[in-house]
Every structure is written in structure tokens, then in C-alpha cells.
């Protein structure tokens, strides 16, 4: 995971999905299915520097960010202070599309207390070399999207046929997951004491306990995660 690129979906050559046989057919309800396809169109979108509607996303990701700081523009060395690897955040995009920046927005405008905890390190004992945060957040977006076997047909695995049922409950569940995803990676770091270089284990270490909790029994709402509550922890 270091390197210009390598950063970007660097654990997700190392990491496959187990899938069960049980789960290559199994009935969805409209609803579910419905939703899952709208998810599945979201994952097929890139990140279009040339499209206003993301221009205008990435504008307010950083508005959220740093509400009293002026953006110099959407090329900027000021992009750095958020986490990004280089001045033109489009780059980072290309590993994951469209939707990387679309959760890491719906963190900063639904959870802002936890959003800013993470983007300025504020708890913890914390390394000398921290992971990068925005770059962090395109990562804990392909892991999810790997995990939850989101470009088959359906997901063939425990974890992802569970989180399709919490998608029939609530639309966002995908987004809110990425936000207790982003969570649980940073308390992963500090209790891991990790620094720059230990990002890959401690990401593979979020998504271990994030598939445990998804195939817990009696999980109707993504609100049944144990985790959930980091969202609220410090809110």
C-alpha cells in the first residue's frame, strides 16, 4: 500500500471473498433486489472531473471538511491537508469511482462529530506516521464492496446475503456501513498501535470483525451491528 498509486485497493489482491454454495440462489423480495441493483449502478459510476454534479460533490466534501477554509480550487495543493495523495483528488478516484466520494460525504453531513474525530486524529495515541485519511476512505470503500461480493449478480457469501436484508430495511445501509467501517478501522489502528505501514493488516482486520458481525443471527437493521454504536460514541 505505499508507493504514487499503490495506495488504492493495494489489500485487495491479497483478499477474496469466501463464498458458500448455499448462497449462489436465494429468492430476493422486490424491495431487495430493487435496492440492490440502484447500489450496484451507484459502484458502476467513475469519477468524472469534468462533471459539475462532481465537481460540486467534491466542493462539498471539502466545505464539510474545513468550513472556514477557502478552496483555492479543485487542483490544489490544499487537498493534501484532507488526506489525498497528490493536489487533484480525480486521481484517487479512478480506484473506485464515484461512490468513494459519495460515502465519504455522507460521513462528513450525517455523522460530522465522528467525520472530523478521524479526519484530525483527535483520539488516541497516535503514530508518528499516520494513514492518509481520504485515501484511507477509498480503501474502507473497496474493502466493503469486496466483502459484501457486490459485482455478482447477488452476493455468495453469509455477509453479503445478510446485508442485502438490512438494504431492504434502509436504503443507506450501505452508506451507514461504511461509516462504522470507517470507525472500527481507526479503533483497529489505535489498538493495534499501528503506523503507516501496518494500513494492509489493519484493514484486513476491520473487515474480519465487520463479517463476523454481519453473520450474527437476529440481525434485522444495520442498527443490530454491535458496532453501530461507535457512530454515536462520540457524537
Same mark, same amino acid.
Given at each position: ?45 467513475? &469519477? ?7 465537481? =460540486? +460533490?467534491?466542493?462539498? *466534501?471539502?466545505?464539510? $471538511? @474545513? ?95 445478510? &446485508? ?7 436504503? =443507506? +445501509?450501505?452508506?451507514? *456501513?461504511?461509516?462504522? $467501517? @470507517? ?53
Amino acid at each position: 500500500m505505499l508507493g504514487s498509486r499503490s495506495w488504492i485497493g493495494g489489500l485487495f489482491h491479497r483478499s477474496s471473498t469466501r463464498r458458500n454454495d448455499k448462497f449462489l440462489d436465494y429468492p430476493l423480495s422486490p424491495l431487495e433486489e430493487q435496492r440492490l441493483q440502484r447500489l450496484q449502478e451507484r459502484l458502476q459510476v467513475p &469519477f468524472d472531473e469534468t462533471c459539475p454534479d462532481h465537481q =460540486e +460533490a467534491l466542493r462539498a *466534501l471539502w466545505q464539510c $471538511a @474545513f468550513p472556514n477554509v477557502a478552496l483555492r480550487g479543485l487542483i490544489s495543493e490544499q487537498w493534501k491537508d484532507m488526506g489525498w495523495q497528490g493536489p487533484n483528488p480525480s486521481t484517487d478516484f479512478r480506484g473506485c469511482g464515484f461512490i468513494s466520494l459519495e460515502n465519504l460525504l455522507f460521513f462528513a453531513r450525517t455523522y460530522p462529530a465522528s467525520f472530523h474525530r478521524l479526519l484530525f486524529k483527535q483520539d488516541g495515541n497516535r503514530a508518528t506516521w499516520e494513514y492518509p485519511f481520504a485515501v484511507a476512505g477509498i480503501n474502507v470503500s473497496f474493502m466493503l464492496i469486496q466483502m459484501l461480493d457486490l459485482c455478482s449478480v447477488k452476493p455468495r457469501c453469509l455477509p453479503g446475503y445478510n &446485508f442485502v436484508k438490512l438494504l431492504g430495511e434502509d436504503e =443507506e +445501509a450501505f452508506d451507514i *456501513l461504511y461509516c462504522i $467501517a @470507517f470507525e472500527m478501522m481507526d479503533a483497529q489502528w489505535l489498538a493495534m498501535h499501528a503506523s503507516y505501514m501496518n494500513f494492509n493488516d489493519v484493514l484486513q482486520a476491520t473487515r474480519s470483525q465487520l463479517e463476523k458481525e454481519l453473520c450474527l443471527e437476529d440481525l434485522h437493521r444495520i442498527k443490530d451491528l454491535p458496532s453501530y454504536n461507535l457512530l454515536y460514541h462520540w457524537q
